[in-house]
C-alpha cells in the first residue's frame, strides 16, 4: 500500500468512531493496514473507499481545520520533497560516473 496512513487513533478521530471499533475492523480484515516500525497504519484510501469520510449531506462544515488532515498535507508535502531530493540525488550521482 502507498499514501497517506493515520495510526488507529487519527483513523477515529477522523472518522469519528471509537479507537475501539477502528481496532477491531482492522483486527476483522475489514479495514486493511500496514505495519510501519511495529504500529498499525490505515491508509487514508482505505478509509475513503469504506465510506469512513464521507461527510453527512446537509452537515454543517468544520470551522476549523482538522488536525490529522494538516498533518497528513504537512507529511504529504515532506515525502514528495524527499522524492524530489532523492530523484536529485540519484541524476548526480549517474553524472559522477
Not at 53 to 80: C, I
Not at 81 to 97: F, H, I, K, M, P
Amino acid at each position: 500500500m502507498s499514501g497517506p496512513t493515520v495510526d488507529i487513533a487519527g483513523a477515529a478521530r477522523a472518522t469519528g468512531l471509537s479507537v475501539k471499533a477502528i481496532r477491531g475492523r482492522v483486527e476483522r480484515g475489514s479495514l486493511p493496514h500496514e505495519l510501519v516500525r511495529g504500529r498499525r497504519r490505515i491508509p487514508i484510501r482505505a478509509l475513503l473507499d469504506a465510506g469512513l469520510l464521507v461527510q453527512e449531506p446537509g452537515a454543517r462544515p468544520q470551522t476549523k481545520p482538522d488536525p490529522v488532515l494538516e498533518e497528513l498535507r504537512a507529511l504529504r508535502e515532506e515525502v514528495r520533497r524527499l522524492a524530489d531530493e532523492v530523484a536529485r540525488l540519484r541524476q548526480e550521482q549517474r553524472g559522477s560516473r
